[in-house]
């Protein structure tokens, strides 16, 4: 069996795969109806950015490396990965994270809030930010 037929089936399946949770992370942002979908949805955008440079990393480090990977370490690797970017997302929650950024700028175009309000509105629901 050819190995580069393998490692080429497994990059489309890849490049599919997120191609597919992109349509859904998008589709999941039009049709959030309250500020906690609309905000899950942006931490569910910034989870997958953060798993696409962590995959990237992953795989300029490969470049010296045998080229050999079992296929078990590798969906254990992808869901490491797909973990640790979902991770870097809560912990980096804050005023100032990707997702934030989104949540306040689709609030001000869905519902033309100020910025004030919408720091109001996260205090009254207990939304914690990380103010450094």
């Given at each position: 069996m050819d190995i580069t037929n393998i490692s080429a089936m497994?990059?489309?399946a890849s490049s599919l795969a997120s191609a597919q949770n992109t349509d859904k992370l998008k589709s999941n942002?039009?049709?959030?109806?309250?500020d906690d979908e609309m905000l899950?949805?942006?931490k569910e955008f910034e989870t997958y950015l953060w798993e696409q440079v962590i995959k990237s990393m992953k795989k300029s480090?490969?470049?010296f490396s045998d080229g050999e990977e079992d296929q078990t370490v590798g969906y254990f690797m992808d869901?490491?990965?797909?973990?640790?970017a979902r991770q870097m997302t809560e912990q980096t929650m804050g005023s100032n994270?990707?997702?934030?950024q989104m949540y306040e700028q689709m609030k001000r175009n869905a519902?033309?809030?100020t910025l004030e309000e919408i720091e109001a509105k996260q205090a009254?629901?207990?939304?914690?930010?990380n103010k450094e």
């Open positions: 497994t990059d489309y942002a039009k049709s959030a109806q309250t899950n949805a942006c480090a490969e470049v869901t490491a990965i797909t973990e640790t994270s990707l997702a934030m519902g033309g809030l009254a629901s207990g939304v914690v930010e």
